[in-house]
Nanobody
Framework: QVQLVESGGGLVQAGGSLTLSCAAS????????MGWFRQAPGKEREFVAA????????YYAASVKGRFTISRDNAKNTVYLQMNSLKPEDTAVYYC????????????????WGQGTQVTVSS
């Protein structure tokens, strides 16, 4: 089992940057593929990015490709989401998730979730 805690959210102007972190408990972090999802008010949770267990494969939603970068540090049990060129439509609660299937864009395939961190992008 793994517990996930996100941090790094906040308020930023359009065009700005933020880096989200997700710290995992337990000694098996490297056994999990990791993903970032987001949910805006009144909308369904959507896939943002995912990374394989070793970090060699990365996957992105079309809406964030070229602007967001997912990475992980297995020695620190942490996964990151670097977000650049932020847009108002990126405003959402961002969640990290752990699962066993690399690159999965289906939220139901992830077994563990953090509590989320709010990202608000002003125009």
């Amino acid at each position: 089992q793994v517990q996930l805690v996100e941090s790094g959210g906040g308020l930023v102007q359009a065009g700005g940057s933020l880096t989200l972190s997700c710290a995992a408990s337990g000694r098996t972090f490297s056994s999990y593929a990791m993903g970032w999802f987001r949910q805006a008010p009144g909308k369904e949770r959507e896939f943002v990015a995912a990374i394989s267990r070793g970090g060699g494969r990365r996957y992105y939603a079309a809406s964030v490709k070229g602007r967001f970068t997912i990475s992980r540090d297995n020695a620190k049990n942490t996964v990151y989401l670097q977000m650049n060129s932020l847009k108002p439509e990126d405003t959402a609660v961002y969640y990290c998730a752990a699962g066993y299937s690399s690159g999965d864009q289906d939220a139901s395939r992830y077994d563990y979730w953090g509590q989320g961190t709010q990202v608000t992008v002003s125009s």
